[in-house]
């Protein structure tokens, strides 16, 4: 075995870094000679010196080469080392033309004056107070930032990881990870509980401690809510922990019942079955039911003259003739607290939505449009011609008067002031939204959700549409007829079709539904691109960005997101000269890219290029669509263009909230709608293969689908009506609420 080895030298190329895990590429200066190191390192910059506890290594195809086990990087003292290090971008503010100019001014007392006198900056030609100010506060934030990835290293936390953690905990990053290192597995997503626990080992905490088998049980449980479900039955999640910790089930068992006693679970029975919530989640489905009781409960006194009447004028002055069951949905939405309306494509929801609202606005009531991601409450809006928000906007969700803990401003004690609100894409509402939302309903105000029960349930856990229709306690209307326009469709017939279990048909002519055959993933890809790229734009006109969406099953792959992405970036936005690009790990964004935001920011800050002298918006939504319009090398920025009119500024920092979005998964796209949509044919996981994803996939569509591949996938994807089941105990919990309401009113009246 080769001892080890120490090396020392300068940074003076970065050849590749992995964004993801940190494995580095860099060609290191050793005293004039130039050495290929290779290992897993925070970002490195051109310029730093470093040195490294490493062994030497033949690799068969690129030689000699170093291979890092530790480092400590040390702060450039040249001034070209300098300058190089400030032209990196790392810093915010600083790029190659202002790092010149600083190191012209400062030399080799440059990053003293960034650290000790910051005011001193100004004296740079660019350089004004504000500037200097954010200068200071970014160097801070990398210095920090760079003593808890070094701290972090030896416990194999990637730098990805590492900013993570850096960004939810700040200076304290080191002190909270010792103190309680399960805190990690909690707080940060992609840090699993094996990894807090090989940290926790390291630093001597017992195997078999109660902190830890309650962190393993936590987590366990917390997996499970990240796969959609609201509770975990005993026995799985025994099996669970026990499998995750290494220990025997009776010793899991023994601390589940004690974490039940102090609180830190919810015991409940479920048919006859113990089983386990984490609390959020007991007290958001106790609330829901009790507010969907009382809301379905509710008794609308106020008598509609006339309803008859009113309806024949919203049909004259709109041109329409309702049918049986829409004029239905309009009566009952007039006569319940609460009533779901629910049907497919072409079956009429917007046309009772604007109905509805044509009688309400004549009747001068308040009502309120609401939908659960930005897309689609921008589809509600166009739909009606009315304002909608998303949800989390309506509730107003935001910083409290108290600390720093984001709440929702409306709630029970500050509801919405509303005669009526309509949600829209309700099955996209997991339970805790749902429970905010119930919250901001008060007594006397009515709800109707509308929604799609066929659709992919919500990301988050929870079957909330389903399970309010499946308790048999809301007011239902089901649309299942299709009304003559959208027979014209054979997006809409196909859809219906593959609800059914029934084949599409395909390549219809004249239609806007086609089936275009491919042997291999290989040839799959190529299609694809070529359809995005020349033939649907050549077609009907189609903008290869701003009309054709690719949607897809799988992330990896050779027809997967990262893939499709990649080739549909060569072709559609390529490289040039007169386009700047920000390199992240494997990808790269380029100006001109069409983008997606993955996270919700309720505070990221929009300006609206049509009216720029309105006061700034704020928040950008998981699910949002954009394109980069200009990237600042020099101040480490990204303007990226939302909606056609929200422009909004990111901070390199800030680039793991954006992803490219040529192609998208299907789960991404739900609530949305695109012209076109593309969707390759190719086998994958059976669970992912299944009808209601290819049913969701086709339904995004407005004006073409085109399906690329072999017609077996398509086969087995409508005939797999697999569903993954989730356990949710919203339905039992509406029903047995119910019966005990019942019960007690029967007991007053006997008495």
């Given amino acids: 075995m080769a001892s080890l080895e120490t090396i020392v030298g300068e940074i003076v190329d970065i050849i590749y870094y992995n964004n993801y895990n940190g494995y580095t590429v860099a060609d290191l200066d050793m005293q004039n000679q130039l050495v290929t190191v290779v290992g897993f390192f925070p970002e490195l910059q051109e310029g730093e010196k470093i040195t490294i506890l490493g062994k030497w290594i033949t690799h068969p195809e690129y030689g000699m080469q170093f291979k890092a086990e530790s480092f400590q990087v040390e702060v450039p003292t040249s001034e070209e080392g300098i300058e190089k290090y400030l032209s990196s971008g790392m810093i915010r503010g600083i790029g190659p033309v202002t790092a010149q100019r600083m190191v012209a001014h400062f030399g080799k007392d440059t990053l003293d004056i960034i650290q000790f006198y910051p005011q001193r900056l100004t004296e740079v030609e660019g350089i004004g ?12 934030e990398q210095q920090g930032l760079r003593e808890v990835m070094l701290f972090l290293q030896k416990f194999g936390i990637t730098p990805r990881q590492a900013v993570k953690l850096y960004k939810k905990y700040g200076d304290r990053t080191i002190s909270t990870i010792k103190e309680n290192p ?27 401690s109660a902190y830890r088998i309650a962190a393993g049980v936590k987590y366990a ?34 601390y589940l019942t004690d974490m039940a006693i102090h609180g830190q679970l919810k015991l409940e029975r479920m048919e006859e079955e113990r089983v386990y919530y984490s609390i959020p989640f007991y007290r958001a489905e106790e609330e829901v039911a009790l507010r969907i009781i009382a809301l379905a409960m509710t008794d609308i006194k106020e008598e509609i003259l006339d309803l008859d009447k009113r309806i024949q004028q919203v049909e004259k002055k709109n041109k329409i003739l309702l049918a049986s069951r829409q004029r239905k949905a309009i009566i009952e939405a007039m006569s319940n607290g609460l009533l779901i309306i629910t049907g497919g494509p072409g079956t009429g929801k917007t046309t009772i939505i604007n109905s509805i609202l044509d009688i309400l606005e004549d009747m001068d009531k308040e009502v309120l449009l609401a939908a659960p991601t930005g897309r689609a409450a921008k589809r509600m809006s166009e739909a009606t011609g009315r304002e909608a928000k998303t949800i989390h906007r309506l509730l107003e969700y935001g910083f409290g008067q108290e600390g720093e803990e984001q709440i929702f401003q409306k709630n029970e004690d500050n509801p919405l002031k509303a005669d009526v609100v309509i949600i829209d894409e309700v099955s996209m509402v997991d339970i805790l939204l749902m429970n905010h939302l119930l919250k901001a309903i008060s007594p006397g105000t009515r709800l109707i959700l509308v929604g799609d029960k066929d659709q992919l349930p919500s990301v988050g856990p929870g079957n909330v549409l389903k399970d309010m229709i499946e308790s048999g306690v809301v007011k239902l209307v089901q649309l299942n007829e299709i009304f003559r326009q959208a027979q014209e469709s054979m997006i809409v017939i196909n859809a219906h079709h593959i609800n059914k279990g029934e084949l599409p048909l395909l390549n219809v002519k004249k239609k806007d539904f086609f089936f275009h055959r491919a042997h291999s993933k290989e040839e799959i890809l190529k299609i694809i691109v070529d359809l995005c790229a020349s033939r649907l734009p050549r077609y009907q006109g189609f903008d290869s960005l701003q009309d054709i969406q690719v949607l897809t099953p799988m992330k990896k792959g050779m027809v997967g997101v990262y893939q499709l992405n990649k080739s549909l970036q060569q072709v559609l936005n390529p490289s040039c000269k007169q386009k700047k690009e920000k390199k992240m790990g494997d990808m790269v964004f380029r100006e001109g890219d069409k983008v997606m935001q993955t996270k919700n920011n309720y505070h990221i800050r929009w300006v609206n290029i049509h009216h720029p002298e309105e006061p700034k918006g704020e928040g950008v939504f998981n699910g949002d669509f954009g394109m980069i319009q200009r990237i600042d090398l020099e101040e480490g920025k990204i303007e990226v263009l939302f909606d056609e009119e929200k422009l909004v500024e990111y901070e390199y920092n800030q680039l793991d909230e954006l992803e490219l979005a040529y192609a998208v998964t299907v789960h991404k796209s739900q609530g949305s709608e695109f012209p076109v949509v593309v969707m390759p044919m190719s086998w994958g996981p059976p669970m992912l293969l299944t009808r209601n994803l290819l049913y969701t996939a086709v339904t995004r569509a407005k004006s073409l689908v085109v399906l690329v591949g072999e017609e077996k996938y398509l086969v087995d994807m409508v005939k797999n009506n697999y569903v993954n089941f989730r356990y949710t105990g919203l339905k039992e919990r509406i029903r047995s609420k119910l019966d005990m309401l019942s019960m007690e009113e029967g007991l007053l009246e006997e008495k």
């Fill in 129 to 140: 107070k504000k500037k200097a100010v954010q200068i200071f506060e970014s160097f801070e």
């Fill in 221 to 254: 449980l917390s997996q499970n809510h990240h796969e959609g479900h609201t509770y975990c039955p005993e026995g799985k999640l025994i099996q669970d922990a026990a499998k995750l910790l290494d220990v025997k089930g009776e010793e899991v068992q023994n």
């Fill in 182 to 208: 399960y805190r990690m597995a909690e707080d940060i997503m992609g840090i699993g509980f094996k990894m807090a626990d090989k940290i926790a080992m390291n630093m001597g905490i017992d195997a078999r």
